[in-house]
């Protein structure tokens, strides 16, 4: 009887290794800002990373396993995203790079995914220019000229003058230079523009020249979060929106979960952007009611999550389609395939050419339902956009 | 010229709210390291416990907002005996490293305390609506919010001055700062002074941090980001004057929204070069008592 007891212990012992040697996991390296001033936005990428690989454990292949190692690289701060790349890449041996919450951490990266052949996803970061820096970049957030463009030209047949106020960073010019070719290229005209220093506490000065050039309507780009409360705010408190001069730009300005924040002034403010959270698609519904699950009832995702929530998609694609054994060069092969018909934000693919997101954008105009303030999206301006700048300067 | 005037008018009010929102904030800051010599690097914990308060006893309590801004000046003014009492008073004859080690530590750990009950988002204000809006001055509009901060800080540097020039609780925090042995000697409860004094500086970081809030974010970083206006404001100013802080801010919040308004192009630096040069000029600061 003993003897049995042991045997059946050593058997079942034998079985239990093999299947632990028999099960693979495939390490993602995500570096996000989860601490300083910015921790929100790293949080909301990361609450989507966990949400996905918590839902979706059924798209792997069998055996497969995905471990995330999440690192924080403490705001938009190169050195400190570039060493944690190097650790993830050279200690952990990450197969994917995940993440970069902002433009110059991807950009400083961008040269470590080439050298070690590691694919790098990019979760957030929106300029234009970075996934031309490697060949191992691929994107699932978004580009700033992607929804700029297509605001300036609507804005155009709207506004004759407009004013431009962009933060001084990568993303910011991007803005400015395709809201600037979008509207004048349709007839308006530029009164004045300035760029505003990334750390800034106080947007009121920026917004009395503004409202001194009195324009018909402000282009305002700011780094979505409490920059993006604070300016809202200063145009509250300068009367513009009494003086009846709107407030237009990328969707990052109204950001779902700062809306509260902002308040009624942020009420009739329009932006053009490719995800908000009150959008009645099903996929969408589907995505925030798991969300809510999750995270409670007070939390809503932002189009960060969603960037995240899609990047994840296509990892999962990329290690299910080579059954769990990766190799770089495949993986990007597939990943320029990629397209998905169930993201929240509507339906997406990776242009094949530039190894961008192509999506849909909306307009969408802050509202007042039940007693919530929310973008609410009335239009889609344009379907299936690529990065125009990409277009414009035929880089790939 | 119309034009250029007005635009003078805007840029001298816009700079003196900005710099009376960066004197609110940092007032508590010259009781506590102006008058006491205490250098509190962890002022801002202060400030934004004050923020925090005003903000919940707002959403979560229905308060409105000036009685919410008195609970956050008396319930911050009260923790900061208990710290007082349990922390700081063993290091009143520290020197200054040990001084600042020590809140540079309590820094981190308000700011761990703050992330784990509010998580990371802003804490939204909500105002009265009285002080929402414009106000209208000879053809002009200024944001009513600004207004109150400016008339607000006036009243306060006025109180504090009487204070601390013109009666007796002054002359003895002033006589037990400059040498505590004999101030104990002629019959001052120096401790309890002390105490007070430091409640009524903590007291009032938590008012500016309230009074701040619709501009200066409440978010759990709030003592680390601040930490360089406060310091800016009590440095440039002078230590151990009161007035010292309210010209220095001024100055300041001018000259910051002069450059940001007719140079945006330089960014945000003007501020600390004017910072260097007074220092440079005046190295105890604009109305310094010590060499």
Known sequence: MNHAIKTATLVLGALVCAAQASAQTIKVGSVLTLSGPNATLGENMDRAIKLYMKLNQDKLPPGVKVEVITRDDGGPNPDKAKQLSQELIVRDKVQFLAGMTWTPNAMSSAPLSTEAKVPMVIMNAGTSVITTMSPYIVRTSFTLWQSSLPMGTWAAKKFKTAYIAVSDFGPGHDAQAAFTKGFTDGGGKIVGEVRIPLANPDFIPFMQRAKDASPDAIFGFVPAGKQATAIMKAYGELGLDKAGVKFIGPGDITTDEELPNMGDVSLGVLTVFHYSAAANRPANKSFIAAWKKEYGENSTPSFMSVGAWDGMDAIYYAIREQKGKIDPDKTMELLRQYKSSTSPRGPISIDPETRDIVQNEYLREVRKVGGKLENVELETVQTAVKDPWKIINNKK | ?291
């Open chain 2, 1 to 291: 010229m119309q034009s250029v005037l007005a635009s003078v008018v805007s840029v001298a009010f816009h700079g003196a709210a900005l710099g009376m929102i960066l004197y609110v904030i940092s007032v508590g800051l010259s009781v506590t390291m102006g008058l006491m010599g205490f250098a509190n690097l962890a002022h801002g914990v202060f400030a934004m416990a004050g923020g925090y308060v005003l903000t919940t006893a707002i959403s979560r309590f229905g308060a409105p907002f000036p009685l919410a801004l008195v609970v956050a000046f008396v319930l911050v003014g009260a923790a900061s005996i208990v710290l007082e009492r349990l922390l700081y008073s063993r290091l009143y004859t520290a020197s200054d490293l040990e001084q600042v080690l020590f809140t540079i530590g309590l820094i981190f750990i308000a700011v761990a305390v703050a992330r784990f009950i509010y998580g990371t988002l802003q804490q939204p204000v909500v105002l009265p609506d009285y002080l929402k809006g414009q106000f209208s001055l000879l053809g002009r509009d200024f944001p009513t919010y600004r207004v109150f901060i400016i008339a607000f800080s006036a009243v306060m540097v006025g109180l504090l001055w009487f204070g601390v020039e013109r009666t007796r609780w002054g002359a003895m925090v002033r006589a037990a700062v400059d040498n505590r042995a004999m101030a104990q000697s002629v019959g001052i409860d120096t401790k309890r002074l002390f105490s007070l004094t430091f409640a009524l500086g903590s007291g009032l970081a938590g008012l500016g941090g309230g009074l701040g809030a619709e501009i200066i974010a409440i978010q759990p970083t709030y003592p680390f980001e601040n930490l360089v206006y406060f310091l800016v404001v009590v440095a440039v100013g002078g230590l151990g004057s009161l007035r010292g802080p309210f010209v220095a801010a001024l100055l300041i919040g001018v000259a910051d929204t002069a450059c940001k308004y007719w140079a945006p192009q330089f960014g945000a630096f003007p501020i600390y070069v004017a910072t260097i040069a007074i220092l440079l000029w005046r190295p105890a600061g604009l109305f310094g008592r010590h060499a």
